[in-house]
């Protein structure tokens, strides 16, 4: 495989991971805005424009968008994060033309008022199936109760309030601060011809227009809370504890994983043996999300009502008991043989390595091989591990319960 870069005058960054033995080409526009760049007034407004920009623009219809993704045999789809928003599309390689063409030309959509206008009602019904099927928003909650003021702790979705007063000026204006060239990068893997997709982007990317789209960077909170909130339709208690971890630039967020692992991986950890294994909880799992300037480590519980406040004890004494005495050099192994397979096996298409790569770049600006993941893996030691518990304490948290209970006893 060879990794190759090129940057047009205007800064929107192309790179690609070319391997001449794939079968399938995979191309996305990766651009760096998600939900933390958004003011409250415009709060959704990301996620939303995901939504419109497969509407239609000035050269296409809606229709002509999906049909013409159709007649190539794309898998194609868009998603949007706190941080991120990525429209990508699959494609057999002599489709890569006509796939940059089409996802550089919805990467300038028309933002119509009548499209709009109807899509508006699809974001608010989201957010109403969001919020009526488990967990019940719990983990937008929380993520707001733990964060605060901090951008990281608005919701993606927005609000039912901040969707219906959104107007689409707002929109275009919002499209005309984070869409820059200079916050997008063009990433590509498997069976690639570089110097064509330099080509193509360039005629279809070239006379964007560049300007600056900072983002903010405040410092974190660190004070954790207790939450209830009552679902009398939920059958079950649903229980999300966030903590801070290591962020997406810092080098522990590698033993942050694992330990992740160690602790709550859906099978084979501790969580899983204490609570899942033994039936008092129907699932329970523990995961490291890094973000630029942060990470979490989230935990997720749900299980019968009567259980909750035994349970939610039984995971900080797990906690508690793993901050005072560490993880073994048994269970660190382990962890990183189920890692090591994870990335393996998910890097076989190059649609999985598309991902790596453009986040790997939008994020940390670094293009980092399969062998460069399992090396990182595989040179975190037990101390290392076990000191990332002692910077990031797993009992210093925020909680949010949702269920059928009016009131659940905090961990003591």
Request: some cysteine.
């Amino acid at each position: 495989m060879e990794f190759q870069t090129h940057t047009l005058a205007n800064g929107l960054e192309i790179l690609a991971e070319c391997n001449g033995d794939a079968h399938s080409a995979a191309l996305g526009f990766f651009v760096k805005t998600g939900a933390r760049d958004e003011t409250d007034a415009v709060s959704g407004v990301s996620h939303f424009l995901e939504h419109m920009v497969f509407k239609g623009t000035p050269r296409r219809s809606a229709d002509d968008v999906n049909r013409e993704f159709d007649e190539m045999g794309a898998h194609y789809n868009a998603f949007t994060s706190e941080e991120n928003t990525v429209y990508y599309a699959a494609v057999l390689p002599e489709f890569q033309t006509d796939a940059v063409d089409l996802l550089a030309d919805i990467l300038r959509p028309a933002l119509r008022k009548k499209d709009f206008d109807t899509e508006k009602n699809v974001i608010l019904e989201e957010i109403k199936m969001y919020e009526d099927q488990p967990p019940f928003g719990a983990d937008d909650k929380c993520r707001a109760a733990h964060y605060g003021a901090h951008p990281l702790g608005k919701s993606v979705l927005g609000s039912p309030a901040s969707i219906r007063d959104l107007a689409v000026e707002q929109m275009r204006d919002y499209f005309r601060t984070r869409y820059s060239p200079k916050n997008i990068v063009l990433a590509a893997a498997g069976r690639i011809d570089f110097d064509r997709l330099v080509q193509e982007t360039s005629r279809r990317c070239g006379d964007w227009e560049p300007f600056p789209a900072p983002r903010e960077m405040p410092p974190v909170p660190t004070a954790g809370s207790f939450h209830v909130v009552t679902k009398e339709s939920a059958a079950q208690e649903y229980m999300i504890q966030l903590s801070n971890g290591p962020g997406a630039t810092d080098a522990d967020r590698h033993a942050a994983k694992l330990l992740a692992t160690v602790l709550g991986d859906d099978s084979g950890s501790r969580l899983y043996w204490e609570l899942v294994d033994s039936g008092r909880a129907e699932q329970c799992s523990l995961g490291h999300y890094d973000y630029q300037g942060t990470g979490i480590f989230m935990t997720y519980t749900c299980c019968d009502p009567e259980g909750t406040a035994d349970n939610l004890q039984a995971i900080r004494n797990l906690f508690r008991a793993a901050e005072r005495e560490g993880i073994t050099a048994a269970e660190l192994a382990l962890a990183k043989s189920k890692i090591n397979s994870r990335v393996v096996l998910s890097s076989e298409k190059p649609r999985s390595r598309l991902f790596n790569v453009g986040f790997n770049w939008i994020c940390r600006h670094e293009y980092r091989t399969i062998r460069d993941d399992l090396d990182a893996i595989d040179s975190v030691t037990v101390a290392q591990a076990n000191a990332v518990l002692k910077k990031y304490p797993l009992t210093q948290n925020t909680t949010y319960a949702v269920g059928p209970l009016a009131a659940v006893a905090a961990p003591k």
